[in-house]
């Protein structure tokens, strides 16, 4: 099975810290997602990538930056963390874009930020 | 912009009742994703339908797409408690990317 694994479950910091949540996928996967998900709002895009070195913006990238050094490591920053970041983090893999592939998620990263 | 709607939010069904949910979503696309998420849980995919009148059925749950109308159905019957979880429809925004935009979700409660 593809297994997404993203390193904390729970996570607090405080305001301005910088902060990592770090994501690996198991299957080779070509594509890597970070979504935030909020109550009400559903899922929102915050950045992707293609391939090792690529990202590109997602509908949310604001406060946000993210790396991926490896093809199996994909990983979100936040800069200068706000109070407005507190949220859950899904990370998503699937294995190359124009193959109808579904996306797997990892179990996800709750973020509260004080 | 697109946009993706579910409605609606919060469904309470009583064990062996039918019904559905729906996912309308605001420009073109032939492909349409249904996930289940359970309370703490991560996302577990249901169906992908890829082309108009696709329909897909596991168990109690069946999915239809119907991309003219820009509208996905996913339809519950004789519901039971295992069903209850929050339902997410996802349209790929850009054709073949996998990049989905996605609902905000219907949280399904079923009760005795």
């Known amino acids: 099975d593809v297994k997404v694994t993203q390193s904390s479950r729970y996570l607090v910091k405080r305001t301005g810290e910088k902060v990592f949540l770090e994501c690996v996928q198991d299957?080779?996967?070509?594509?890597m997602f970070w979504y935030r998900q909020d109550p009400g709002l559903g899922l929102r895009l915050i950045y992707f990538?293609?391939?090792?070195?690529?990202?590109e913006k997602g509908d949310i990238p604001e406060g946000y930056s993210v790396s991926r050094e490896k093809k199996e490591r994909f990983s979100l920053i936040l800069e200068s963390a706000s109070t407005n970041q507190t949220s859950m983090y899904l990370c998503?893999?699937?294995?190359?874009?124009?193959?109808?592939?579904?996306?797997?998620f990892g179990s996800g990263t709750q973020l509260s930020v004080l | 912009e697109l946009k993706v709607e579910q409605n609606p939010l919060f469904l309470s069904m009583q064990e062996g009742k039918n019904y559905t949910i729906y996912c309308n979503y605001s420009?073109?696309?032939?492909?349409l994703y249904w996930y289940r998420q359970d309370p703490g849980k991560s996302l577990e995919s249901l169906f992908v339908?890829?082309?108009?009148?696709a329909v897909k059925q596991e168990g109690r749950l069946m999915a239809s797409l119907d991309t003219k109308a820009r509208l996905s159905t996913l339809h519950i019957t004789a519901a039971v408690h295992d069903l209850s979880a929050t339902y997410f429809c996802?349209?790929?925004?850009?054709?073949?990317?996998?990049?989905?935009?996605f609902g905000t979700g219907t949280r399904l409660q079923v009760f005795p």
């Open positions: 996802a349209v790929d925004l850009f054709y073949n990317t996998d990049k989905l935009i």
């Open positions: 299957m080779d996967h070509e594509n």
């Open positions: 420009t073109t696309s032939d492909r």
């Open positions: 339908l890829l082309s108009n009148g």
């Open positions: 990538s293609y391939d090792v070195k690529m990202k």
């Open positions: 998503a893999s699937s294995f190359s874009a124009g193959n109808n592939e579904k996306l797997f």
